[in-house]
């Protein structure tokens, strides 16, 4: 960071940027204001969406979560499954139909994060997925949900066995049925696949919801991080001993 701070703003240090977490803050301001990339729009996804309007209590959510041939930007599980595709302006539309066709095929709700200077565009997507918009004011930006999404009920077997863990689809059959079937290594997939797709689809989700949730997460946690770190810390998963470290790290003076 001292690269950085040598090169671009030596010049702030001792004024209104005293520590590392002030250059932090700083940087993260400007960012707002003049260049609104991915990382704004993830960490204000999580401060304004999942922790003060969806909750982070009994709740897993994850960064980059790899779903078909796509990767969804954010996903959450609580009672149901959403997943949130972030396109910026800086941003092409031109894969988000299999985007959305892959999500749609196992998450039960599915939604585009854009800026509100392109929302039209997005507007004229598939009427299924909801539509989250940043919204600009003069100091501040915040989110709004213009349109919510209509919940999927189907689930795709195909898709889900290509997204869990052997563990977690292996769980799903013997909750389902009460035990594993006689299999080897080599079998193992295609039988658990041909299992899970007798499971009436309610039934599924229910079980895909638990499975996931299982997974080591902090997400309880993030509100206790400060504001301008939290997608940096959900992407990394951090829990409250290494924030602990990483906190009285950047709270020392700056020192070049």
Do not use: W
Request: charged share 25%; with cysteine; proline share 2%.
């Amino acid at each position: 960071m001292n690269v950085k701070i040598e090169r671009y703003d030596q010049s702030k240090v001792g004024k209104n940027i005293n520590t590392y977490y002030d250059y932090i803050r700083y940087t993260y301001n400007a960012l707002k204001n003049s260049y609104k990339n991915e990382y704004v729009f993830k960490n204000t996804l999580i401060n304004e969406i999942i922790i003060d309007h969806y909750g982070v209590k009994d709740t897993v959510a994850i960064n980059e979560f790899r779903v078909g041939n796509s990767i969804a930007d954010i996903v959450l599980f609580n009672g149901t499954s959403k997943a949130f595709e972030i396109k910026t302006m800086l941003d092409s539309n031109k894969r988000l139909a299999g985007q959305l066709t892959d999500y749609t095929n196992i998450f039960k709700e599915c939604y585009i994060v854009t800026h509100e200077s392109v929302v039209e565009k997005y507007l004229k997507e598939d009427s299924h997925v909801g539509v989250i918009v940043l919204v600009e004011r003069a100091n501040s930006i915040r989110m709004e949900e213009i349109r919510h999404a209509k919940e999927n009920s189907n689930i795709d077997v195909n898709t889900l066995m290509r997204t869990i863990r052997t563990v977690e689809y292996k769980n799903i059959v013997s909750q389902y049925y009460g035990k594993l079937p006689e299999m080897n290594s080599f079998n193992m997939f295609e039988k658990c696949k041909e299992l899970i797709n007798e499971i009436p689809s309610d039934v599924l989700n229910k079980l895909f919801i638990n499975e996931l949730k299982k997974r080591k997460s902090n997400t309880e946690i993030i509100p206790t991080f400060d504001k301008e770190l939290r997608q940096l810390c959900l992407s990394m998963n951090i829990n409250a001993t290494a924030y602990q470290m990483l906190n009285c790290k950047l709270s020392k003076p700056i020192k070049l």
